[in-house]
């Protein structure tokens, strides 16, 4: 890095003068633009766990029973959240007690946290007309799926302050990844 | 096969003479009758041509007779496209491939839900790094080419890629890693010019199809060797593979190359997007075995479905790789795992690279298992499928073992006594 930087910089013998530190802090190319505020807010749509990104907007599973029909959910996902060429959209009904990985792939129920279920009705719902729903409508999707998945009560509002808080089944489920480092093994311990 | 390779090997020399045989070393033997050719030693033209119309002076295409092709992976499973579209899993016809690169019409294709392939104008196309950055910046196409490039050889492999009984074929076993040259801007450069918060320790990648997939992806690996392709093979990245633009993320599972790579944001804490809630995990053991791929390889030749012509000599050919950096050796055995000899490593091994290897065989004609295992450069070994159930105390039953993570356990092929190849995973 610092010999291309110097090389980068021959020609520009003046910039040298501000030295290295100012070099790192500050742009080395100058090439693309700066966004608007308002471009940036379009585009922000990944929900992290703290739902920081989360619109206004709010809905209840009665809503999202109505939003499901009204969307045509049921034609791909079936009316019961179940039987569908799509994913399956409620948890297998198994004995109480079942180990709940058990339970199947089932996105309202496995996901951590609830804003990954309101993230993903939002990016990729319904297909081929995503990015058509209403932030009331995804929040009244979102309460809809997790109350067929026992995680909230029917009448419970969902907005950016309480999705997030929602205590999901799975929250403490996964195991954590790995901190990642170069040349480090896949697994400490494990010689494949 | 044999007749095939005949009539490959007459065309060859009607059409190229010595210099086609030449590089063709199994021919020797045959080459008897052409080098009595009468008169000069000119041999007679080609019967028949391909005629050179607009379209093929424009781009080229391979011969006729030649039909590799990819298909849905794996057979008799979800289909691509599927009922909606969309395509899911199609794997790459690795027992065909000569060399270390995948031909860009052969690489493979995984998407997570199933997508549709987006038809994207790269002059519309932007990329838009925010968060926490001291700069929010966004890219044109035009603006990322003016930066300084680099252009690297890399495997790209889905989590899918594990082999099973069912599987016949390398393509079957082992098509959803397939490898290309890479070319574009290193992600440090794009992240220094945005200028990164101190301790962020993750960053969100974000494509642009119709599910705006998105994956998480350490600091540390950001900076170390990402970058942001435009070009695969020596011509744009092909829409299948995410045109106009792919995150790489070297060596990680294929999820993390995100295609059509529209957002990179720079975040505080690690956000679970739709992509790793697919691959969330139990146990921390596996969860650590399904992030970078381990130490890898296959005998692509012989391989399962293939046939071999008799007893005698044959060149076993084969990939190896690792997400854990170089290959440093790979060894087969040519007798089910009792011995094993290092093989000769063809051209150079690098870095999170398909590697190829050959070694030297003289087949008997009685039964046996072909395999091949590898070492990476961190000294990670390729383990057999008993060696893994042992680590995780499953049962001495291995076969019906999962192996947890990335399926990297050593490839078994037999050769039955008429010469037809096996896949030995019962």
Request: aromatic share 8%; with cysteine.
């Given at each position: 890095m610092g010999a291309f930087t110097m090389r980068l910089l021959r020609p520009l013998p003046l910039v040298l003068l501000l030295g290295s530190v100012a070099l790192a802090q500050s742009?080395?190319?100058?090439?693309?633009?700066?966004?608007?505020?308002?471009?940036?807010?379009?585009?922000?749509?990944?929900?992290?766990?703290?739902?920081?990104?989360?619109?206004?907007?709010?809905?209840?599973?009665?809503?999202?029973?109505q939003v499901y029909r009204a969307k045509g959910c049921a034609a791909c996902h079936g009316a019961n959240l179940t039987g569908g060429r799509a994913p399956v959209l409620v948890k297998a009904d198994k004995e109480p007690g079942v180990d709940p990985w058990e339970l199947g792939r089932v996105l309202p129920f496995r996901a951590p946290q609830a804003t990954i279920v309101w993230d993903y009705i939002n990016r990729g719902m319904p297909l081929n007309r995503e990015g058509t729903l209403t932030a009331d409508e995804v929040y009244a999707l979102t309460a809809f799926l997790l109350f067929k998945n026992g995680v909230i009560a029917e009448d419970q509002m969902l907005d950016a302050q309480s999705l997030p808080k929602v205590k999901m089944p799975m929250r403490d489920a996964p195991a954590p990844l790995p901190d990642w480092k170069h040349g480090a093994p896949r697994l400490k311990g494990y010689p494949y | 096969m044999k007749s095939g390779r005949r009539r490959f090997l007459k065309s060859g020399a009607t059409l190229a003479g010595g210099l086609t045989l030449g590089s063709v070393a199994p021919a020797i033997g045959q080459t008897q009758g052409i080098g009595q050719t009468p008169g000069t030693g000119q041999t007679p033209g080609p019967e028949k041509f391909i005629k050179a119309g607009k379209e093929l002076v424009a781009y080229g295409e391979r011969s006729r007779f030649v039909t590799s092709v990819r298909m849905g992976h794996p057979p008799g499973g979800r289909p691509s496209p599927d009922e909606f579209g969309l395509s899911f899993h199609i794997s790459t016809p690795l027992q065909e491939q000569m060399g270390v690169i995948t031909p860009s019409s052969l690489h493979h294709v995984a998407t997570t839900r199933g997508s549709f392939i987006p038809d994207i104008d790269p002059r519309e196309h932007r990329l838009m790094i925010h968060g926490m950055v001291d700069r929010p910046l966004v890219f044109t196409m035009e603006d990322l080419m003016r930066l300084p490039s680099v252009t690297r050889i890399h495997f790209i492999e889905c989590a899918g890629n594990r082999s099973t009984a069912a599987a016949k074929t390398v393509q079957e076993t082992?098509?959803?890693?397939?490898?290309?040259?890479?070319?574009?801007?290193?992600?440090?450069?794009?992240?220094?010019?945005?200028?990164?918060?101190?301790?962020?320790?993750?960053?969100?990648?974000?494509?642009?199809?119709?599910?705006?997939?998105?994956?998480?992806?350490?600091?540390?690996?950001?900076?170390?060797?990402?970058?942001?392709?435009?070009?695969?093979?020596?011509e744009p990245v092909r829409p299948q593979q995410g045109f106009p633009l792919r995150l790489m993320v070297p060596g990680f599972e294929g999820i993390f190359h995100t295609k059509y790579l529209r957002r990179i944001k720079v975040v505080d804490q690690y956000y679970t997007n739709y992509n790793e809630y697919g691959h969330l995990r139990k146990d921390p053991k596996d969860a650590a075995l399904g992030y970078q791929i381990g130490p890898k390889s296959v005998i692509t030749y012989p391989s399962g479905g293939q046939q071999l012509a008799g007893r005698g000599y044959y060149?076993?050919?084969?990939?190896?790789?690792?997400?854990?950096?170089?290959?440093?050796?790979?060894?087969?055995?040519?007798?089910?795992?009792?011995?094993?000899?290092?093989?000769?490593?063809?051209?150079?091994?690098?870095?999170?690279?398909?590697?190829?290897?050959?070694?030297?065989?003289?087949?008997?004609?009685?039964?046996?298992?072909?395999?091949?295992?590898?070492?990476?450069?961190?000294?990670?070994?390729?383990?057999?499928?008993?060696?893994?159930?042992?680590?995780?105390?499953?049962?001495?039953?291995?076969?019906?073992?999962?192996v947890p993570g990335n399926d990297n356990s050593i490839q078994p092929w037999r050769v039955a006594r008429d010469g037809s190849v096996h896949n030995a995973i019962a």
């Open positions: 742009p080395q190319y100058g090439v693309g633009r700066t966004p608007s505020p308002e471009e940036i807010r379009a585009w922000d749509i990944s929900i992290s766990p703290t739902g920081t990104e989360l619109p206004q907007g709010h809905g209840s599973a009665k809503e999202g029973a | 082992h098509g959803l890693s397939s490898c290309a040259e890479w070319t574009g801007v290193l992600l440090s450069v794009l992240l220094k010019e945005a200028g990164v918060k101190g301790g962020a320790p993750w960053i969100l990648a974000e494509g642009n199809e119709e599910v705006k997939g998105t994956s998480s992806i350490p600091m540390a690996k950001a900076m170390d060797d990402c970058f942001v392709a435009y070009g695969m093979n020596g060149e076993i050919r084969g990939l190896a790789w690792s997400g854990g950096g170089a290959i440093r050796k790979v060894e087969v055995s040519t007798d089910g795992g009792r011995n094993w000899k290092t093989a000769e490593i063809r051209g150079t091994a690098n870095r999170m690279a398909h590697t190829k290897f050959t070694y030297n065989w003289n087949w008997d004609g009685a039964e046996t298992e072909l395999l091949s295992r590898c070492t990476d450069e961190i000294g990670q070994v390729q383990p057999t499928r008993a060696q893994i159930a042992k680590f995780f105390n499953a049962p001495a039953d291995h076969h019906s073992f999962n």
